[in-house]
Each structure stands twice: as C-alpha cells, then as structure tokens.
C-alpha cells in the first residue's frame, strides 16, 4: 500500500514537472495576445512572405502525426500502447482539446489579422488539433522511436507557423494552441491506467482515427492486412 502511494506521488511529480513548459505556454501566450508587439510580429510576417501569401498546408498538415502513428503500427514499429488504446486516447484528447479551443473562441470573441469571420481567432483550432496528436504520436512512440516522436511536434510547429503567415492566426493564438495541445494529452496520459477497457486486445492491424472537421465529428476505421 504505501509503495503504491509512493508511486502515485512521484507520478504527479513527474506530471507537474512535464506541464511546465505547456503551462508557460499558455500564460505567456494569453499576456502577448493583443499586444503592440504581437501586432508587429504579424505585420512583419506578412511583409516577408507577401500580403498576398496563402498557402493550404496547415489544413493538412494537422492529420500528420495521425498518419505517422498508423503507418508505425502498420510496420510494427514498438509502441507503448496497442492500437485501440492509443485510437481511444487520440479520441478523447482531440475531444478534449476541441471543446477547451472553441469555448475560449467564443468567450474571447478576438478578431483574426486578416480582419473576416466571426471574432474566433484565439485560440487556433488547426494548432491545438496539431499538438494534441503530436502529443499523441510522442506518448506512443518516445521510448521505442524518438525521431518519430518528436516528428510530429515538428509538423506540429510547422502547422502553426502556416497559420501566421497565412494571416488567418496571430503569434499568441498559435502559442497558447500549442500549450493547451501538449497538457491535454498529458493528461490524458495520466489517467490513462484508469481507463484499461479493451475489446480488441487481441486485434491486430486495426485503427480507429477521429474526424474533426467544422464542428462535425466522426471517426474512419483502418485495418490492415
């Protein structure tokens, strides 16, 4: 008993040590939104890459590390989870981290930099969806495969930055996604011993992925054989 004690609050040591930098994220993120240098920062962006700049790689990029964690179970690429577990947690972290983004656009009511749509700019809905299955692919694959791992912040990053020079996010926006992202799946993580229910334990080459795409969800089954 008290080993497992022990145990417990050394895990949430290691969990509060680990949301530091996610935390920082977020509050640094949220004290630079609005600012004078912010509105700078975007003014010399586009002034770089051209005002007429757009380029749609952030709305495809997001779905990367999805794919990168599918193919990696695909060639039995070791894996810290087996495949529904890690389906189920992808599911419940992009759940999660939508409804923390699109709560915080609705109560933040901030305009984007291109000047158009409903005031939603803050926080970025491709960004956080990048991080949280960055965090996903990194949880599954950090002990086994870092270079895979930490590809997907990488693309992550990536997503992000296109959504600055693409005018359609400013630099606070991206930053507090990325930091809500990487703590959503942390926790997710951290109570994933909780969730231990399984019915395809013995299934292999399957995958389910979840779809979020304009307030619509769903989810593609993959099977491979």
């Keep these: 008993m008290l080993n497992r004690i022990l145990f417990q609050?050394?895990?949430?040591?290691?969990?509060?040590?680990?949301?530091i930098i996610p935390a920082s994220l977020i509050i640094g993120g949220t004290l630079l939104s609005g600012s004078g240098f912010e509105k700078k920062f975007q003014r010399d962006v586009r002034n770089v890459v051209g005002n007429d700049f757009a380029f749609a790689f952030d709305d495809y990029a997001r779905y990367v590390p999805i794919v990168e964690m599918c193919a990696?179970?695909?060639?039995?690429?070791?894996?810290?989870n087996h495949w529904f577990d890690q389906s189920k947690n992808l599911t419940i972290?992009?759940?999660?981290?939508?409804?923390?983004?699109?709560?915080?656009?609705?109560?933040?009511?901030?305009?984007?930099?291109?000047?158009g749509d409903g005031l939603q700019s803050f926080p970025s809905g491709h960004t956080s969806f990048a991080f949280t299955t960055a965090g996903i692919l990194f949880q599954e694959f950090k002990d086994s495969s870092p270079y895979l791992a930490y590809s997907g912040y990488a693309i992550a990053t990536t997503t992000g930055a296109f959504r600055v020079m693409n005018n359609a996010h400013w630099i606070s926006d991206v930053i507090v996604s990325a930091g809500i992202g990487i703590l959503v799946t942390q926790l997710v993580y951290l109570f994933d011993?909780?969730?231990?229910?399984?019915?395809?334990?013995?299934?292999?080459?399957?995958?389910?992925?979840?779809?979020?795409e304009n307030k619509q969800y769903g989810f593609y089954i993959s099977k491979t054989f």
């Design 9 to 19: 609050l050394k895990k949430n040591k290691t969990f509060l040590q680990k949301s």
């Design 72 to 80: 990696a179970d695909a060639l039995g690429v070791k894996s810290k």
């Design 93 to 115: 972290a992009i759940l999660v981290s939508d409804f923390i983004t699109y709560r915080l656009k609705r109560w933040t009511n901030k305009r984007r930099p291109s000047g």
């Design 193 to 212: 011993p909780i969730i231990k229910w399984n019915p395809f334990k013995k299934v292999k080459g399957m995958s389910f992925i979840p779809q979020i």
